[in-house]
């Protein structure tokens, strides 16, 4: 079973505008950790935020904010006032946190392809 | 400060050929990842180190693939011989892991291999 779902192959939105990128994920553990990474065309993989499974609060880092629901198993991440630099491949990922010989293995999911146009 | 360092950047070899990749990890960081990310698909993990001691492998091809660790700082990974199927992106991650306590992976560029 996929550890890591992301149902949107591409999003498109208009600068300035929001933007939710979807996730869902499938874990058993009580404690585990979210993350979104963004990959520009370069490659690089850049950590974005991280919500973890017991956090009370939704996570935000700047523009950048997760909308983690945890019994439906959805970790989306919101963009909100897209720029043109947020074009990019956006993957969501979660670390299970006590898992056996599995221990601190990132699971990702397929990725979206966001593009952000003037 | 210096993030995880990676090289070459791109490397073409033809089939049956050896190759390797390195990775220096940032500083302090215990834990090291290699990951291998096929086009348009998300990163799979091939290793994990904890210090020097790979705590999981358990998704690495060892027929024709190798890796190490020495003094728990830079890794090598190895692929002899290459085949085909093996173009893709191999990328470097470290990490600082305590148990308990979950911290982000910092990624290295990658190294684009494409084998003819």
């Known amino acids: 079973a996929q550890k890591i779902t992301q149902t949107q192959p591409g999003m498109f939105v208009q600068e300035k505008e929001a933007v939710t990128l979807d996730c869902t994920y499938d874990?058993?553990?009580?404690?585990?950790?979210l993350f979104w990474y963004k990959q520009p065309s370069s490659g690089e993989m850049i950590f974005l935020i991280y919500?973890?499974?017991?956090?009370?609060q939704n996570a935000t880092e700047g523009r950048y904010s997760l909308n983690f629901q945890k019994a439906r198993k959805s970790a989306n991440l919101v963009i909100s006032a897209s720029q043109l630099g947020d074009s990019a491949m956006y993957f969501c990922?979660?670390?299970?946190?006590?898992?056996?010989?599995?221990?601190?293995?990132?699971?990702f999911g397929r990725g979206t392809q966001l593009t952000v146009w003037p | 400060e210096a993030g995880v360092v990676q090289s070459p950047r791109y490397k073409i070899i033809e089939k049956k050929q050896p190759v390797a990749f390195w990775c220096n990890p940032i500083?302090?960081?215990?834990?090291l990842y290699w990951y291998r990310q096929n086009l348009g698909q998300g990163p799979e993990l091939l290793i994990r180190?904890?210090?020097?001691?790979?705590?999981?492998d358990s998704q690495l091809p060892k027929d024709r693939f190798s890796a190490e660790r020495l003094k728990g700082v830079d890794s090598t990974l190895k692929i002899q011989p290459a085949e085909l199927g093996d173009s893709a992106v191999y990328l470097c991650?470290?990490?600082?892991?305590?148990?308990?306590?979950?911290?982000?992976?910092?990624f290295g560029q990658g190294t684009r291999l494409t084998v003819v």
């Open positions: 919500q973890g499974s017991y956090d009370q």
């Open positions: 500083s302090g960081h215990n834990t």
């Open positions: 874990t058993s553990d009580p404690s585990y950790g």
């Open positions: 990922a979660m670390r299970e946190a006590d898992r056996g010989s599995t221990l601190g293995r990132l699971y």
């Open positions: 180190y904890e210090n020097e001691e790979a705590v999981d």
């Open positions: 991650a470290s990490s600082l892991w305590v148990r308990g306590r979950d911290t982000e992976a910092f």
